[in-house]
């Protein structure tokens, strides 16, 4: 598919990202914008440029943002682990334009198909926003691909929010491995032999 590049300048070094679990979606909450204008309103918001890897105008053109490999800054708490893409558009009251929905099924196939275990999901899944909107046509993008599992706290691979800057840094830091599904079975309990093993990791993180 035709991705259009800005080489957008970044105002500090982008960070690599080490982990690729979750493809999250947002919607610009902006009727008209584009990608040169987010990247103009996060640098004046102190941030490194663009905090999305992917923009997708109403026209259904694509656009590059931060390097797919390098961490995003579009979901707070989760940014260590996913791939952002933002939508023109308000979707709380605005509906998508068919050609901004085919481009959108073709990028997110196109993520699904390089990492095939990763979770789709829309922002809200995981921050207090309405953010990608009511009307976001998010069963019609992510169709047949693995996506949110239904908001239910106990079958949620989600931490709860008081543990979440927590398993961020455990993840960061090697110490907790999501395995073959990248899932961290975060509500689980731990055996004594995976205690071990996060402390064996531990202790050469830390050299004791
Ligand atoms: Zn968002």
């Known amino acids: 598919m035709q991705i259009i590049s800005n080489n957008f300048a970044w105002a500090f070094e982008l960070k690599p990202r080490s ?29 490194a440029g663009i905090a999305y890897h992917y923009f997708v105008s109403k026209s259904g053109a694509v ?35 068919e050609a901004q929905l085919k481009a959108g099924i073709e990028l997110v196939s196109d993520i699904a198909s390089r990492y095939p275990s990763i979770v789709i999901a829309r922002h809200s899944y995981f921050n207090q926003t309405a953010c990608p909107g ?42 907790f491995l999501g395995g073959e599904n990248n899932n961290f079975r975060w509500r689980e309990a731990l055996t004594r032999q995976e205690l071990a093993l996060v402390l064996e990791r531990a202790s050469k993180l830390f050299g004791v």
């Open 19 to 47: 982990v690729t679990t979750h493809l999250i979606l947002h919607h610009a909450a902006a009727s008209n914008a584009t990608a040169e204008g987010i990247h103009a309103y996060h640098l004046s918001k102190g941030w």
């Open 63 to 97: 656009y590059s943002g931060r390097p797919e490999n390098m961490c995003g800054g579009h979901t707070a708490n989760w940014n260590y682990c996913s791939i952002g893409i933002c939508f023109e558009g308000n979707f709380e009251t605005e509906e998508m334009p």
């Open 134 to 175: 009511k009307n976001f046509p998010f069963t019609k993008l992510v169709s047949g691909k693995e996506s949110e599992p239904e908001k239910d706290a106990e079958h949620t691979d989600k931490p709860s929010d008081w543990a979440e800057s927590a398993c961020s840094w455990a993840v960061e830091k090697g110490l």
